[in-house]
């Protein structure tokens, strides 16, 4: 089993830089992908961005945060990272992380056996 705890939520103007930080537990944390969704108010779940197990490939929504959002990974520390930059006004969500082996279809919630519960971010505009 995998705990995962997001951390780094807050409110920031837009056009600002927010890292996201997601610490899982166990010693399995190698073996997961893990991905960034994040949920609006109304909205549902929306795939932000995914990691392979050894941070050698990610791949990142299309519409919209590719170009301005990083996911990268520390397995040495148990640590999967969302770095947002250029922040805008509709980036504004619940952010969550979650961890799954099923690599075949990052984009889908489904995929994912472990969810974390959540980050608030917040974007002025």
């Known amino acids: 089993q995998v705990q995962l705890v997001e951390s780094g939520g807050g409110l920031v103007q837009a056009g600002g830089s927010l890292r996201l930080s997601c610490a899982a537990s166990g010693r399995t944390f190698s073996t997961y992908d893990m991905a960034w969704f994040r949920q609006a108010p109304g909205k549902e779940r929306e795939f932000v961005g995914a990691i392979s197990r050894t941070g050698g490939a990610a791949a990142y929504s299309e519409d919209s945060v590719k170009g301005r959002f990083t996911i990268f990974r520390d397995n040495g520390k148990n640590m999967v990272y969302l770095q947002m930059d250029s922040l805008k006004a509709e980036d504004t969500a619940v952010y969550y992380c979650?961890?799954?082996?099923?690599?075949?279809?990052?984009?889908?919630?489904?995929?994912?056996?472990?969810w974390g519960q959540g980050t608030q971010v917040t974007v002025s505009s």
């Open positions: 979650a961890a799954g082996r099923d690599g075949s279809k990052w984009s889908e919630a489904a995929t994912y056996d472990y």
